[in-house]
């Protein structure tokens, strides 16, 4: 069982925004703005989508957004393309990095 | 561009030690945090530990899993990060990164599989 909770996958038409959930405790997601998230397509090196919940690293496409209520960060991709079809996983930090146990998004 | 290249990764038997590099290039590694992170095959991703910049002390950090048999260290003069791995369990079969940050990891490495069989 992973730290932070996430759905196992969820699915949007190109087009459609999708949000993915990443739930922790008032230890981790709730206690600091770490929160950050990576995508990892099929065989490839995971890649940072968002640090400090809402930060966007360069050179990553702002239909990609990082929030956080409580103890829960959410992932939102708006417009939604093919390429966005992968793995993502949401991170924090609770006296040691924690990752949450990935949410397979498909486009329909 | 940054770049950070594993190396050292292969099959070793249940009880026996192997030790990964990591060589950086492209970014000003002396004052990097670096981290390792591991992903079981068909798994998530697992944090493994980390080592601070010597300025900021170069302390380590470790996961429960991995505290007590694996062990991180830096040589700045060669760009260089490592991770010594002992007493290996088939639970540490996994593709080991290297990454950039504290708490969050920019850029990754390309990985280099361990497998732990005997």
């Known amino acids: 069982q992973s730290a932070l909770t996430q759905p196992a996958s969820v699915s949007g038409s190109p087009g459609q925004s999708i949000t993915i959930s990443c739930t922790g405790t008032?230890?981790?997601?709730?206690?600091?703005?770490?929160v950050s998230w990576y995508q990892q397509h099929p065989g490839k090196v995971p890649k940072l989508m968002i640090y400090d919940v809402s930060n966007r690293p360069s050179g990553v496409s702002n239909r990609f957004s990082g929030s956080k209520s409580g103890n829960t960060a959410s992932l939102t991709i708006s417009g939604l393309q093919a390429e966005d079809e992968a793995g993502y996983y949401c991170s924090s930090y609770r006296s040691s990095v924690i990752f949450g146990g990935g949410t397979r998004l498909t486009v329909l | 561009e940054v770049q950070l290249v594993e190396s050292g990764g292969g099959l070793v038997k249940p009880g026996g030690s192997l030790r990964l590099s990591c060589a950086g290039s492209?970014?000003?590694?002396?004052?990097?945090?670096m981290s390792w992170v591991r992903q079981a095959p068909g798994k998530g991703l697992e944090w493994v530990g980390r080592?601070?910049?010597?300025?900021?002390?170069?302390?380590?950090d470790y996961a429960a899993p991995v505290k007590g048999r694996f062990s991180i260290s830096r040589d700045d003069s060669k760009n260089t990060l490592y991770l010594q791995m002992n007493s290996l369990e088939t639970e540490d079969t996994a593709v080991y990164y290297c990454?950039?940050?504290?708490?969050?990891?920019?850029?990754w490495g390309q990985g280099t599989l361990v497998t732990v069989s005997s």
């Open positions: 008032s230890s981790d997601v709730g206690d600091c703005n770490c």
């Open positions: 080592i601070k910049s010597r300025t900021d002390g170069g302390t380590t």
């Open positions: 492209g970014l000003t590694f002396s004052n990097a945090w």
């Open positions: 990454v950039s940050g504290g708490h969050y990891f920019d850029p």
